[in-house]
């Protein structure tokens, strides 16, 4: 599992505390040319994949719409 810090956790009964929020996905974000975009989602897939395959990590690559993210 991945954390995040929550957003509006801030107020007088939860001074001091850190709260976060914990999500099972990793967001991978590359900026690129229009042109180049899908040659680039591969190459990123493909390197995140291999990262994990050498740590030797169970993972799953699933596929979102753009109101999910």
Request: charged share 25%.
């Amino acid at each position: 599992p991945c954390f995040r810090r929550e957003a509006g956790a801030a107020g007088r009964d939860t001074r001091g505390i850190l709260r976060t929020h914990q999500f099972d996905k990793v967001e991978l974000v590359q900026f690129v040319h229009p042109d180049h975009s899908y040659e680039a989602l591969e190459s990123l897939t493909q390197e995140a994949e291999a990262i994990l395959q050498q740590l030797g990590l169970h993972y799953r690559v699933i596929v979102l719409c753009t109101g999910d993210m």
